[in-house]
């Protein structure tokens, strides 16, 4: 996981600078009312992806897996306190997040909601400061990815996540935070609920991506990885040196959880940090 900085003022500005002008222009002058005025709209709006997309270097903010916006179905964009946020559950966001309280409000709005006569604090479904970008989760589960559809499969992130309350961890900066060699992450106890309702230690093929790079960044580096999605004797000879599991290496071995494996090309810097640190 990495912090995500919503205090640029460069970027802050150019998103309220975005959404203000989108709560502006859903407001119709002749009836009086706001149209189109939802998050389904303003999800659309491919600026502001892009924005998030830039501010996170393009990583899901909770899996670091990179992310592609022309494939629009990876990726998503997540509310740190959920669009049905409950009323009880308020209150914990805005604890654990000074900045959500300075410039979100809940509110959702349709035709019968009267004109805002200040826009700040944004409504949450559209506020900057309580949007991240996640992706979709499609993460293999079998031996046979290639009978597996992508597009229906949503193992980790957001899609498990739903309304459940997760504590905004990308938010804490410098939190005590690790991914081990074998693939399990440790932790404080108070992520315990919110890693187990984003599947971020329980999706077994992701932990199984963190191991395989844990030990790729030994002897190889992202280019070798990258250049055995194509080079097959390259990957053969990447998967021998690693201490995977017979059955793992074999998994690996596979295009699509090699090419899966490339899109956590983060973590490669990660253990790589880690080696030198030890
Ligand atoms: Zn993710």
């Known amino acids: 996981m990495q912090w995500i900085n919503k205090r640029d003022k460069k970027n802050r500005k150019y998103a309220h600078r975005l959404v203000n002008h989108f709560l502006n222009d859903a407001w119709d002058k002749e009836n009086n009312c706001y149209v189109n005025c939802d998050f389904d709209t303003f999800k659309r709006l491919g600026r502001f992806k892009s924005l998030l997309y830039r501010e996170q270097q393009g990583y899901c903010c909770y899996c670091m897996r990179k992310l592609d916006l022309k494939d629009r179905g990876k990726s998503t964009i997540e509310h740190v306190m959920p669009h049905k946020v409950e009323k009880k559950d308020v209150a914990y966001y805005y604890a654990h997040t000074p900045h959500l309280r300075k410039n979100v409000r809940v509110l959702l709005i349709n035709k019968d909601t009267p004109r805002l006569s200040n826009l700040r604090p944004y409504p949450h479904f559209c506020a900057y400061e309580n949007l991240v970008l996640s992706c979709s989760g499609a993460i293999y589960r079998t031996g046979n990815p290639e009978i597996e559809i992508a597009s229906q499969l949503h193992e980790c992130c957001n899609n498990p996540r739903g309304s459940e309350r997760v504590i905004p961890m ?34 077994n093929n992701l932990c199984l991506i963190r191991k395989c790079w844990a030990a790729i960044v030994k002897y190889y580096n992202i280019s070798d990885v990258k250049r055995a999605i194509t080079d097959y004797s390259l990957r053969n000879d990447i998967l021998m040196d690693t201490t995977l599991e017979f059955h793992e290496a074999k998994r690996m071995k596979n295009d699509l959880y090699w090419q899966l494996l490339y899109e956590y090309r983060w973590f490669d810097g990660y253990f790589r940090r880690k080696k030198q640190g030890s």
């Open 170 to 203: 990308f938010f804490i900066r410098g939190v005590a935070f690790e991914y081990n060699e074998d693939g399990t992450m440790d932790f404080p106890t108070e992520y315990e609920e919110s890693i187990k309702y984003l599947r971020l230690e329980t999706t």
